[in-house]
Nanobody, 123 residues
Framework: QVQLVESGGGLVQAGDSLRLSCAAS????????MAWFRQAPGKERETVAA????????YYPDSVKGRFTISRDNAKNTVALQMNSLKPEDTAVYYC????????????????WGQGTQVTVSS
């Protein structure tokens, strides 16, 4: 089992950058495929970035491609989401999640979740 705690959310202006961090305990992040999801009010939760267990593959939807980057620091046992050129439509609660799959972007394949961190982008 692994426990995940997100941090780094906040209120920023459009065009700003923000870096979210997900600290893991109990097991190493390199044991899992890792992903970031987000959920805006009244919308379904969506995948915004995923990283394969071996670190060799990533996924980004078109809505964030080129602006968001997922990375993993095995020494610190953390996963980060670097978000650049933020837009008001990026406003959501962001969740870190871990999966026992090698690589997946399906929400249902993720077994462990953090509590979420709020990101608000003002125009």
């Amino acid at each position: 089992q692994v426990q995940l705690v997100e941090s780094g959310g906040g209120l920023v202006q459009a065009g700003d950058s923000l870096r979210l961090s997900c600290a893991a305990s109990g097991r190493t992040v390199s044991s899992f495929a890792m992903a970031w999801f987000r959920q805006a009010p009244g919308k379904e939760r969506e995948t915004v970035a995923a990283l394969s267990r071996n670190g060799g593959a990533t996924y980004y939807p078109d809505s964030v491609k080129g602006r968001f980057t997922i990375s993993r620091d095995n020494a610190k046992n953390t996963v980060a989401l670097q978000m650049n050129s933020l837009k008001p439509e990026d406003t959501a609660v962001y969740y870190c999640a871990a999966s026992n799959f090698q690589m997946t972007i399906r929400e249902g394949d993720y077994d462990y979740w953090g509590q979420g961190t709020q990101v608000t982008v003002s125009s």
